[in-house]
């Protein structure tokens, strides 16, 4: 691989292991307004929209109640996730240092992407951040969004960092490569590997030592 000149970062899964956080913060919002119990298969099968979406899926009576319910659970409870995976913040810093591009693209919601980048102390490392849409995935879009923004790159200099298999099929569809992460413990990476990503890591002291020497 040629030289890395941007990097895009999904968020869940990827700078943090978040995804019991949501799943928490779904079920305390969600079942007092369902009436019901959801596991957790119920509530990641509506995964892809953002929360928006996933609340309009489960509870379209109650959707603005549980946007707003969500949201603070989903900040309450954030100490499910207080930090990011270890070695993210010092691998930013030496990427910040170094004059990489850095974004962000997410299949999140606005407002719980603002909440945990200002909990883990990254709201100030992305400088261009999509975030996800209600109405279904859009990671392909926000990549391509992202592309614009850094016109004076190469498509092949700028690679995308996630840990879903959609991130792979988003990012090949926009045209650049893509490093699958499957260093969280919500990761499946015989699910990544089936979709032939360009490098698949599974930690982040292995990824940031295949990066460091491209930067």
């Known amino acids: 691989m040629e030289k890395i000149k941007g990097l895009i970062f999904d968020l869940d899964g990827t700078i943090g292991n978040t995804l019991p956080l949501c799943i928490q913060a779904f079920r305390q919002s969600i079942e007092p307004l369902a009436l ?34 969500y949201l603070q659970f989903y900040e309450d409870l954030h100490d499910i996730c207080p930090d990011p995976f270890p070695g993210i913040t010092s691998l930013l810093d030496h990427l910040r240092s170094k004059g990489i591009r850095i974004a962000m693209v997410t299949g ?72 699958a992460a499957a260093w969280a413990e919500t990761a499946e990476p015989e699910k990544l590997l089936a979709n032939q990503p360009d490098k698949i890591f599974y930690s982040i002291s292995g990824f940031t030592d295949w990066l460091l020497p491209l930067v």
């Open 36 to 69: 019901k119990q959801l596991s957790d298969q119920d509530i990641i099968a509506t995964f892809g929209p953002s929360e928006e979406g996933t609340i309009q899926t489960l509870i379209p009576n109650h959707y603005e109640e549980g946007i707003v319910n």
């Open 108 to 179: 999140k919601g606005e407002h719980s992407t603002v909440i945990t980048l200002k909990k883990f102390g990254l709201d100030s490392y992305f400088q261009h951040i999509e975030t996800g849409s209600p109405e279904g995935p859009v990671k392909e879009k926000g990549i391509a969004a992202v592309i614009r923004q850094w016109p004076d790159l190469d498509k092949s200099s700028i690679v995308y960092v996630g840990d879903a298999p959609s991130d792979i099929t988003a990012s090949r569809k926009a045209g650049i490569p893509v490093v």
